[in-house]
């Protein structure tokens, strides 16, 4: 449905099983990137953040833009409109110490962190993520994620912050 490729994040929203789960991944995969070419938050944060910004808006936008037709087509909040995910891992990926990328085992322990605690916060949906759901077309497809990328956020915080330099010592 080249209509709606925005939505599906290119197609990851017809992949199977968890399609959620598949949407989630690219801005993680970028993150990994950028850090292994040397433009990671601690050495680049200025580049990092605008990557993960553009993906954040741009796929902020397909859900508003195109959440209308998705839900016509497949009902509310359909699995295949998986842009919400990818907007909302950007949240959890932000703003992280440089310690969250000071070695290889720091780096993946940190991204790994980022990508299952925003997986978690996005199918428990904790308040007020579920209700959010309500808002109508793209709004509701939308939202919840991106609270949901905000409570993974303060989690991958603690653990950079707080955790990582137990484990890396």
């Given at each position: ?8 994040t ?14 989630s991944?690219p801005p ?24 993960l ?13 195109q ?14 409109a ?26 993946l322990?940190t991204l ?7 997986r978690?916060?996005?199918i428990i ?6 209700r959010?759901?309500?808002l ?13 990328g905000m409570?993974?956020?303060a989690?991958?915080q ?12």
């Amino acid at each position: 449905m080249p209509r709606l490729l925005w939505i599906t994040t290119f197609g990851l929203g017809y992949m199977r099983p968890a399609s959620g789960t598949w949407g989630s991944l690219p801005p993680v995969v970028v993150a990994l990137a950028l850090w292994l070419a040397g433009f990671g938050p601690d050495r680049a944060p200025v580049l990092y953040h605008a990557a993960l910004g553009v993906i954040f808006i741009v796929f902020s936008a397909a859900c508003i833009l195109q959440g209308r037709e998705a839900e016509k087509r497949w009902g509310k909040d359909p699995s295949n409109a998986v842009a919400d995910e990818t907007a909302g891992q950007c949240l959890a990926l932000v703003a992280l110490p440089a310690a969250a990328f000071a070695s290889p085992t720091a780096a993946l322990l940190t991204l790994g962190v980022a990508f299952v605690t925003f997986r978690v916060m996005d199918i428990i949906k904790p308040w007020p993520a579920y209700r959010l759901q309500r808002l109508p077309h793209g709004w509701g497809i939308l939202v919840d994620d991106l609270f949901a990328g905000m409570y993974a956020l303060a989690v991958v915080q603690a653990f950079a912050r707080l955790a990582l330099p137990h484990l890396a010592a």
